[in-house]
């Protein structure tokens, strides 16, 4: 496998691999904001749990958080807070039996299963939300391939994106990734 190069350069106080990536996870600053909780529920009977941020006539960005994440996952505050920043509405997917609260059914995420991403965006589609542009953006590898399937979901490789939704070919979790994305985060 080629080496790819890049212009990130980790702190000089945190040396080695493992300070880095533990650094934000244990003392990154997790700002407070105005989160606006909404329950959908799902035609099965269950529901999912989304965490809102920003003013709702912004563009919306969807995060999918990674397995076992949530809002109070290190990067999901942040996150959110920088879009709002940068003009858009952020909205934090809890999949299901991650928000805090157990399901009513006995299923939860599955990452084959596209169904309720699918249910998901199309409630943002929908008044009164009204997104303009829909970001999808994977906070892992998995949330990564579940967005992919979900684009290709019905034999329609680009049903995703025709329908107004734009994903990001990889998570955003890698610490370059991140180093760009939060460069405005505090």
């Keep these: 496998m080629p080496r790819i190069e890049s212009p990130f350069r980790p702190a000089w106080w945190l040396p080695g691999h493992h300070l880095p990536t ?42 999918l958080h990674g397995l076992e994440g949530s809002l109070d996952s290190h990067y999901a505050r942040p996150f959110l807070e920088t879009v709002a920043r940068e003009g858009y509405r952020g909205c934090l997917f809890h999949f299901r039996g991650c928000s805090g609260e157990p399901n009513r059914l006995p299923r939860s995420y599955h990452s084959g299963d596209t169904g ?65 994305l939060w460069r405005n985060a505090g």
């Design 22 to 63: 533990l650094w934000p996870a244990l003392f990154r600053r997790r700002p407070r904001l105005a989160i606006e909780r909404e329950r959908l529920e799902l035609p099965d009977g269950d529901f999912i749990d989304l965490s809102w941020h920003g003013n709702r006539g912004d563009p919306v960005v969807l995060l």
């Design 116 to 180: 309720d991403l699918e249910q998901v965006v199309s409630h943002i589609r929908c008044p009164p939300w009204r997104a303009k542009r829909r970001r999808v953006v994977p906070g892992s590898r998995e949330a990564t391939r579940d967005t992919r399937r979900a684009e290709g979901a019905k034999g329609d490789p680009k049903g995703a994106s025709e329908r107004g939704v734009q994903s990001y070919g990889r998570p955003v979790c890698s610490r370059n990734e991140l180093a760009m």
